[in-house]
């Protein structure tokens, strides 16, 4: 069974510039969550939608972040003006139906650095 | 306070040790409790979640969660260098509710 998947895995932009990450989860999961990890820190919810609607996105700065789910499937997820602190990995994870909220499937990141 | 705290480590343990990873919360509602490792530029992945208060065993691997403390564990037994990674422990209040993280401990394995 494939994993999620995410790209970049890592980019480097200027400050105030745009930038966009891609996720497709695993086969068959309806649930779909984005994730900031801060170095040194937790992973914290940003997004959570349930096939293409948003359940959660209490945590999304919505002045400069965006995230959408168009079909159900594939998911991508917006910067927009990029800060300093937007420097971070952002972690796409799915899960099987939104009540699997414990067993969540992560890819492997996308790297950002805001210089 | 965060919800979720962890001592960030680093722990650096001889192979064959058994390892002790402690993880305290302040949410009392919080029911589910998850072990996840994360090696290090990848994404967490899933050890093993127990629900309230109890012990569950998964090969060289125990989780403990004590719901009147606030306190949850994860046991290593045989420590490998494979195991050198960082462990996130996380709860929630229900399989529908959002998923706090602690920060993580970071874990080496010494052969």
């Known amino acids: 069974e494939a994993g999620v998947a995410q790209s970049p895995r890592y980019k480097i932009i200027e400050k105030r510039q745009s930038v966009a990450f891609w996720c497709n989860p695993i086969s068959g999961h309806a649930t779909l969550y984005w994730y900031q990890q801060i170095l040194g820190q937790g992973p914290k919810l940003l997004i959570q939608f349930q096939n293409n609607g948003v359940v959660d996105d209490s945590q999304l700065p919505k002045d400069r972040f965006s995230a959408e789910r168009l079909k159900g499937v594939d998911s991508t997820l917006k910067i927009q003006p990029a800060k300093l602190e937007d420097s971070a990995v952002y972690l796409c994870a799915s899960s099987l139906v939104m009540g699997d909220g414990y067993e969540q499937y992560f890819g492997p990141g996308t790297r950002l650095t805001v210089t | 306070q965060k919800e979720v705290e962890q001592d960030p480590g680093p722990l650096s343990v001889p192979e064959g040790a058994i390892v002790s990873l402690n993880c305290t919360y302040s949410?009392?509602?919080?029911?589910?409790f998850m072990w996840y490792r994360q090696y290090s530029r990848k994404g967490p992945e899933l050890l093993m979640y127990t629900y309230s208060s109890g012990n569950k065993e998964d090969g060289r691997f125990t989780a403990q969660v004590d719901k009147s403390s606030k306190y949850i564990s994860l046991f290593i037994r045989d420590s490998q260098p494979s195991d050198s990674a960082t462990y996130l422990c996380?709860?929630?209040?229900?399989?529908?509710?959002?998923?706090?993280f602690g920060p993580g401990t970071s874990l080496s394995v010494i052969p």
């Open positions: 996380a709860g929630t209040k229900t399989s529908y509710d959002k998923v706090i």
């Open positions: 949410n009392s509602a919080f029911q589910y």
